[in-house]
């Protein structure tokens, strides 16, 4: 390169032009977004050369948010056609296929998040079938010796509470031009080095380990920093966005407003002062991502499927049971099984259970006949008592809205 600067030129334009015209942008903007950067000092544009690496990044973050943008309109336009209405207190049915929990040869930042999110996903499952059941019996002041279950809060806060979580620390390292994995590294193992649920290597191996509730996953470090910026430069959103194709211009949109500049007022020489937001890394990004579903679907009444591996080969037709146990005993099943059959996981509202029961209750009340049993049940004070006949001692104390039943009881009324 001239002056005996560093660069990186593109040997064949063949592959820019087509790019460029799929997306009806400037194939010579597209070349220079990939091959160097802009920096502005007093209004003027200075262009300088990227290196072999950097323009290998800018071309991974430049495919990566093309994707991501085009992903969510994608979701976002068939929510629409399938919701004409409006998705805004819409009734609807929502299937989330959650992510499995990953330990592979050699794991890294991808690997961490997916299990962060499995980390999440499962707290959120332990609190709806174990911690908010069991509430429930107490507010039914029902006999009950709670269940202990495995709390994977400790391992959620050690990847994800301020201020030295170790997507924090991450991201703090992040900001820093002199930062390396290698000072990522360091301070994970300062800030958590008496952490029970993470362990640091023997011989000052480059990577550290996570007790997660699947099991203990070791992660390389290696590349954690480039990957969490994944930094989309302005002048790359400039060019999506002055594309002639509607539908990228129409995906460009949200990644223009993220990298927006703004204006604060007048400092004491009496000039306006430009201030770029930071922008937010991968790891935010995805945090801020995996809490908003999380708000979403604390507001929705969940069922669970929980996949199983019948083996760690991929083999048809074998089943592994020692993977198959592992599997259910660090995804809480067994203890599930436990609570469900010797809890209360049965509910009805008392006008449901009078439809549903009325004939075969009716003979607790000899003097009165069927249609004037059910005549009477329709009361809440009187289906509870007759309950309370019929099957004392066995039945528990009733609320003043639902009936709790076990499955064995459920199951001698519909005999």
């Keep these: 390169m ?29 070349q220079r977004a990939l091959t160097s950067r802009i920096t502005e000092a007093r209004a003027e544009r200075v262009f300088s050369p990227l290196s072999i690496d950097q323009a290998l990044d800018a071309r991974d ?48 930042f991808e690997q961490l998040c997916i299990n962060y999110a499995s980390e999440s996903l499962q707290l959120y499952f332990n609190k709806h079938v174990f911690k908010l059941e069991q509430q429930e019996y107490a507010k039914e002041r029902l006999e ?25 620390l991450l991201d703090d390292e992040s900001n820093f031009p002199r930062a390396s994995d290698t000072s990522f590294l360091e301070k994970c193992h300062y800030n958590h080095a008496l952490n029970e649920n993470y362990c640091r290597p023997r011989v000052g191996g480059r990577e550290f380990a996570i007790r997660h509730f699947a099991g203990q996953v070791w992660y390389s470090v290696d590349g954690f920093l480039d990957k969490n910026r994944d930094i989309l430069r302005p002048e790359v959103i400039e060019l999506l966005t002055s594309s002639k194709e509607p539908l990228v211009g129409a995906i460009a949109k949200p990644l223009s407003s993220q990298s927006q500049s703004r ?47 019948p083996n760690n080969d991929k ?47 009716s003979e607790f009340l000899p003097d009165v006949s069927s249609t004037t049993a059910v005549d009477i049940f329709k009361g809440d004070e009187a289906v509870g008592e007759v309950i309370s006949r019929a099957f004392r001692p066995t039945t528990k104390r009733l609320r003043p809205v639902n009936i ?12």
Excluded at 9 to 26: F, N, P, R
Excluded at 83 to 104: K, P, V
């Design 404 to 415: 709790v039943l076990s499955i064995a009881l459920c199951k001698s009324f519909q005999c």
């Design 263 to 309: 204006t604060l007022p007048k400092g004491a020489n009496g000039r306006f002062v430009t201030m770029k937001p930071r922008t937010p890394t991968v790891a935010a990004r995805f945090s801020d991502s995996l809490q908003q579903l999380l708000e979403n679907m604390s507001k929705c009444n969940p069922w669970f499927v929980r996949c199983l591996k």
């Design 61 to 108: 973050a430049f495919a990566k948010a093309l994707y991501a943008a085009l992903f969510n309109w994608l979701v976002s336009r068939v929510n629409s056609i399938i919701q004409r209405g409006g998705l805004q207190d819409a009734a609807r049915i929502s299937l989330l296929d959650i992510f499995g929990f990953e330990n592979l040869s050699e794991n890294s």
């Design 144 to 168: 009950w010796t709670n269940l202990a279950w495995s709390d994977n809060t400790p391992v959620i806060q050690l990847l994800g509470k301020k201020p030295v979580g170790i997507f924090h």
């Design 315 to 361: 083999t048809p037709m074998r089943f592994d049971m020692p993977v198959v146990m592992e599997q259910l005993r660090n995804a809480g099943m067994l203890d599930t099984i436990k609570i469900r059959q010797s809890g209360y996981p049965i509910r009805m509202k008392f006008h449901q259970f009078v439809e549903r029961y009325s004939r075969g209750l």
């Design 2 to 30: 001239p002056h005996g600067q560093e660069g990186v030129e593109v040997g064949s334009d063949v592959e820019i032009k087509w790019a460029a015209h799929l997306l009806q942008i400037s194939a010579n903007g597209l």
